[in-house]
């Protein structure tokens, strides 16, 4: 069983288009994060919910908008992509403060 | 702002030896310090969290250190074999993770 699990995997869309990423943690923790790791493999922070509620909200365009349905889900909706949005995004999830963070496999997304 | 720096950047050894990879932060009020090991391609792996009133962590082969007051951390590999070949990320833990650069490690059979 999966503890974060991120869909798809791979995404190759052209510029312009609106994609989603989906992220689900099965660990009931209460906080998740999103981070784009870069072509030097730098990890930033993105964005990270509490219980629902957005709490990090790092200077991202806001054609990016996190969406959380409920505690076990963190989506990510992107807008009119750009070729500079070629990244690897990870999700990741922790129970609280000074917990251990587990991420998904995250998703390779390339434009084109 | 917490910075975090990892050094090498690359590390290559011969199959058997000890190593130490060194990650430093800035700001010394963490939560915890927790190191990662990711493949190429693949996601991140907690391989250890030490906590911050914490002074060290051992799981097998790794032992993880941590001073909070120097800003600093390491994460020792006993006897490396070719399969801990990956980057080594430290990320200290504040109201988010801040991560170094991580470490390329090829250990060589």
């Known amino acids: 069983d999966t503890a974060v699990s991120q869909t798809p995997k791979y995404l190759v869309t052209q510029m312009g288009n609106d994609k989603s990423i989906k992220c689900e943690q099965n660990?009931?923790?209460?906080?998740m994060y999103w981070y784009k790791q870069d072509s030097k493999k730098f990890l930033k922070i993105m964005f990270s919910?509490?219980?629902?509620?957005?709490?990090i909200n790092e200077t991202v365009p806001n054609r990016f908008s996190p969406k959380s349905p409920d505690k076990a889900h963190l989506n990510l909706h992107i807008n009119s992509l750009e070729l500079g949005d070629s990244a690897v995004y990870f999700c990741?999830?922790?129970?609280?403060?000074?917990?251990?963070?587990?991420f998904g496999q995250g998703t390779r997304l390339t434009v084109v | 702002k917490q910075e975090v720096t990892q050094i090498p950047a690359a590390l290559s050894v011969p199959e058997g030896e000890n190593l130490v990879l060194n990650c430093s932060f800035t700001?010394?009020?963490?939560?915890?310090l927790q190191w990662f090991r990711q493949d190429p391609g693949k996601g991140l792996t907690s391989l250890l969290l030490?906590?911050?009133?914490?002074r060290e962590q051992t799981s097998g082969r790794l032992n993880a250190s941590l001073d909070k007051s120097s800003g600093r951390s390491t994460l020792y590999i006993a006897a490396s074999q070719p399969g801990d070949s990956a980057t080594y990320l430290c990320?200290?833990?504040?109201?988010?993770?801040?991560f170094g650069t991580g470490t390329s490690l090829t250990v060589i059979p």
């Open positions: 660990l009931g923790h209460d906080t």
């Open positions: 030490i906590q911050s009133s914490q």
């Open positions: 990741a999830s922790k129970k609280g403060e000074g917990t251990e963070a587990f």
């Open positions: 919910y509490n219980n629902k509620e957005l709490i």
């Open positions: 990320a200290a833990t504040g109201n988010q993770f801040y």
């Open positions: 700001d010394s009020a963490i939560y915890n």
